[in-house]
């Protein structure tokens, strides 16, 4: 199946900061999105992205399918934008539903 | 509109003991997917469902069994629970169609000592 990686494992950076964070797949996609778990665990959908650009807010995602990575960038960070952020792709073979990578752990320090 | 219910919120279960994770979605899905998120680790698949009365096998199915008999429920059953099955479990769901994204129950978390 489709082999899902992201960097960096964790980032820490202070309010007000900006970060890039990087998912590679090793297939092309028809499905990849990008959520964020907070610290109670709860997984929200952040984009809906398996290529092109998207906006919302301080958060964007750029997904460039034919280079099979795709970029999630936070602007401008709060506290609040801490938690886990994951990468889930899905190829179109095999069995249906999402392959998730390990994630990048994001601390934003006030 | 509640989405994705998943209850209970929490359990702990001694070895060999059994129990059901329930999962309920109200946006009619026909979709609908079980996953475990060990600690430090993205989430796993280990059941889904295309529709009512089809369910197939994900990345983990082993110790797990699941059912669909409506398009609203998809309960995962664990028999014999075992210390590997510690781990926080959730639900999604998602329309037909591909160009979709998932929806995400709360979670369950899930102790077996």
């Known amino acids: 199946g489709i082999q899902v990686e992201q960097s960096p494992p964790d980032l820490i950076l202070q309010e007000g900061a900006n970060s890039t964070l990087r998912c590679n797949f090793s297939d092309s996609v028809n499905n990849l999105q990008w959520f964020h778990q907070n610290p109670w665990g709860q997984l929200i959908n952040l984009f809906y992205i398996p290529s092109g650009t998207k906006q919302n807010g301080r958060l964007s995602a750029t997904t460039v399918a034919t280079e099979r990575y795709s970029l999630l960038y936070i602007s401008s960070s709060q506290t609040t934008d801490s938690g886990v952020y994951f990468c889930?792709?899905?190829?179109?073979?095999?069995?249906?539903?999402?392959?998730f990578g390990k994630g990048t752990h994001l601390i934003i320090q006030p | 509109n509640a989405g994705v219910t998943q209850t209970p919120k929490f359990r702990i279960l001694k070895i060999g003991q059994s129990m059901t994770l329930q999962c309920a979605q109200d946006m009619n899905h026909n979709y609908m997917y079980w996953y475990r998120q060990d600690p430090g680790m993205g989430l796993k698949l280990i059941y889904y469902s295309v529709g009512a009365g089809i369910t197939d096998k994900g990345e983990v199915p082993n110790g797990y069994n699941v059912s669909r008999s409506t398009t609203e429920d998809f309960p995962l059953r664990l028999e014999l629970a075992a210390p590997s099955q510690t781990s926080v479990y959730f639900c999604a769901s998602r329309r037909t169609g591909t160009a979709i994204g998932y929806t995400f129950g709360s979670g369950t978390r899930l102790t077996v000592v």
């Open positions: 889930a792709a899905y190829s179109g073979g095999g069995a249906d539903g999402l392959t």
